[in-house]
């Protein structure tokens, strides 16, 4: 499911990235590689912002949607 969909509070495992080389690259830089749990702290109307390893992180929606996750409870 896309990050896009995860409520606030809930975390999962980073699957895939769905974009282009500029964008995969990008987020790798960033540190969304695929087996990296993330947490979603704020999921508003405005961009996510979302816990990566010990860094806080605002992306927008578009993004969100290509990165794919596995729901961890």
């Given at each position: 499911?896309?990050?896009?969909?995860?409520?606030?509070?809930?975390?999962?495992?980073?699957?895939?990235?769905?974009?282009?080389?500029?964008?995969?690259?990008r987020?790798?830089?960033?540190?969304?590689n695929?087996?990296?749990?993330?947490?979603?702290?704020?999921?508003?109307?405005?961009?996510?912002?979302v816990?990566?390893?010990?860094s806080?992180?605002?992306?927008?929606?578009?993004?969100?949607?290509?990165?794919?996750?596995?729901?961890?409870?």
């Open positions: 499911m896309p990050l896009s969909m995860l409520s606030e509070g809930e975390q999962g495992k980073i699957v895939s990235i769905m974009g282009g080389r500029g964008l995969t690259r987020l790798a830089e960033l540190g969304f695929p087996g990296t749990i993330v947490k979603v702290l704020r999921a508003t109307s405005g961009p996510m912002v816990l990566l390893r010990e806080r992180i605002a992306i927008g929606k578009g993004v969100a949607m290509k990165i794919f996750v596995e729901v961890e409870e």
